[in-house]
């Protein structure tokens, strides 16, 4: 076996295989911007990254599985998409399936190698295994807690609650496989606490998620122009208070809720526009039910969008509400206390865990109609809200917490921890 100092030395260049699944541009959730921005700080320091996610196209060949491309090479970092249909589901499986050769390929060039939880079970697991090459997960959330709060849910049709049941339980499955063979790491504590009520752990690191901060600058302080940011920019010129909630169109993001909230504010006089991003299987729920409450004309819907522009209009936002009833982190939180907006969260654990670590900007609600009340008085002070002491306070402390610096020396350290080990 290698000392640790020349494992260090052997690999101080790193060959690494990241499976995101998504991944800029095609993104649904916080998981591919993780990568995203655990994929640039490793880059920085000379690694060579391969990014293994997905892609869509109409254009390519017809069938499941429907070809692969390296879509850009940019110094060490190789990006390969793996393009299937578009509404098809379960996406992760269908990834899985179909990206399952190109990964096997790239497996055995590299040092070691890093999923995305729910990418590992069932097709890409012996890929890994014949390997033998150490690799690492990311657990991003709960299952448990996650699918049955949509169960739960009472606007979840049969159907609905019958298919979050069975993806729980493949979910669970999959954890299990993913926690008992690869070595896990937790994007924040109170996933490991609920994690471990059901699956047992032996070994596992807690590292939280960072954000390329220059990233987020460089992105804003370019001119931007396509629709949905002129849309929002010609509203904010108009005098209306823009919200902003960028996530998944999902039961457990309370989306639905958000639409009740916008009803209420314009009966208390507020001037306002919702704009969701994102997209998911409540679209025409959503739809459906701002027309039933005559509030239409209030509501923006998106779909998905780039990154950058994504940043773009939550630098547009007064307020970000974030009524989501399941986060093992929220990403979408960070960036936008750090863009300088303040946060409307409920009292869940993760708006705890941060607040415990000293992040200033979220204003937590004990209940809906507390989260109500908050957002009213929020929008009737936003002239002072977004002073510049008040946005370098937050930016200062997140800067401090969750850097990309940050992250990425400690999954570089668990790299070579593993890579030490393996030799």
Known sequence: MLSYEHA?????????????????????????IFMYHLSRGLVKRGHKVYVVALGFSEELMDGLCRGVMVERVNGNLVTIRVFVPKHIYPRHKVFQLCSKKVIGKLVEKVDIVHLNTGLYHPFIRDVIQRSKKPSVVTIHG????????????????????????????????????????????????????????????????VIYNGIDFDFIDSSLRRPTSCKPVDFVRKYSEKGYRILVYPARLYPGKNNVFLLYVNKKLIERDHKVKTIFIGEGPLMTKLKKMSKHLQIEQHIIMTGRLPYEVVLKILSLSHVVPFPSLYESFG??????LYIGKPVVAFNLPYVRELIDKGVEGIYVAENP??????????????????????????????????????????????YLDLIKYDT
């Open 8 to 32: 260090e030395e052997k690999y101080g260049i790193m060959r690494i295989l990241l499976v995101p699944g998504e991944f800029p541009p095609h993104i649904f959730g916080g998981g591919g």
């Open 142 to 205: 709960d299952p448990v807690i996650d699918n049955k709060i949509s169960i739960l849910l009472p606007f979840i049709s049969i159907k609905d609650r019958a298919y979050h049941a069975v993806f729980m339980l493949d979910r669970m499955l999959s954890l299990k496989y993913e926690v008992a063979e690869l070595y896990p790491v937790f994007v924040s504590k109170q996933t490991v606490q609920s994690i471990s009520s059901y699956i047992p752990m032996t070994k596992y690191r």
């Open 331 to 336: 990403l979408a939180v960070i960036e936008a």
């Open 369 to 414: 109609l507390h989260f109500v009340e908050i957002l009213d008085s929020l929008l009737s002070q936003v002239s002072t809200i977004n002073e510049d002491s008040v946005g370098t306070r937050m930016r200062e402390k997140v800067m401090e917490m969750f850097s990309v610096e940050l992250m990425t020396d400690q999954y570089e350290q668990l």
